[in-house]
C-alpha cells in the first residue's frame, strides 16, 4: 500500500556534504511525522531527525549542527542533508513514517509503521 524510496547516497570524502531524499508513494503523510535513522554494521538503528509538516523539526543531539531534515508536501517528498561528513556516519540510513502523532524527544522513539529499504552512506577517512 504504501512505498518508502530513499535516494541519494554515496562515497563521499570526509568533509563532504550529502543530500538524501525520501519519497512516499500510495498514500500521503502531510499530518505525519516522518524520520531518518542509520545503521551502521553491528550497531542498532540509531534515530537521527524527525519533522511534522509543515516545517518542525527535531533532531537527535549527534547530528545537531550538520544535518537537517526538510521536506515538500507537494512532492510527498522529505530529506535528509548532511553537511561535515565524518567516517564515523558510515551507514546504512533509512526514512520512516510514523502513522500518529508525536512531538519532540517521542519522535525518536523506532516504532514508524512505515520504513524504506535504505540507502548506502560511506564517508572515506
Known amino acids: 500500500q504504501v512505498q518508502l524510496v530513499e535516494s541519494g547516497g554515496g562515497l563521499v570524502q570526509a568533509g563532504g556534504s550529502l543530500r538524501l531524499s525520501c519519497a512516499a508513494s500510495?498514500?500521503?503523510?502531510?499530518?505525519?511525522?516522518m524520520g531518518w535513522f542509520r545503521q551502521a554494521p553491528g550497531k542498532e538503528r540509531e534515530f537521527l531527525a524527525a519533522?511534522?509538516?509543515?516545517?518542525?523539526?527535531y533532531y537527535a543531539d549527534s547530528v545537531k549542527g550538520r544535518f537537517t531534515i526538510s521536506g515538500d508536501n507537494a512532492k510527498n517528498t522529505v530529506y535528509l542533508t548532511m553537511n561535515s561528513l565524518k567516517p564515523e556516519d558510515t551507514a546504512v540510513y533509512y526514512c520512516?513514517?510514523?502513522?500518529?502523532?508525536?512531538?519532540?524527544?517521542?519522535?525518536?522513539?523506532?516504532?514508524?509503521?512505515?520504513w524504506g529499504q535504505g540507502t548506502q552512506v560511506t564517508v572515506s577517512s
Open positions: 519533522i511534522t509538516w509543515p516545517s518542525t523539526t
Open positions: 520512516a513514517a510514523r502513522m500518529g502523532f508525536c512531538s519532540g524527544y517521542g519522535c525518536s522513539d523506532p516504532r514508524y509503521d512505515y
Open positions: 500510495g498514500r500521503t503523510f502531510s499530518r505525519y511525522p
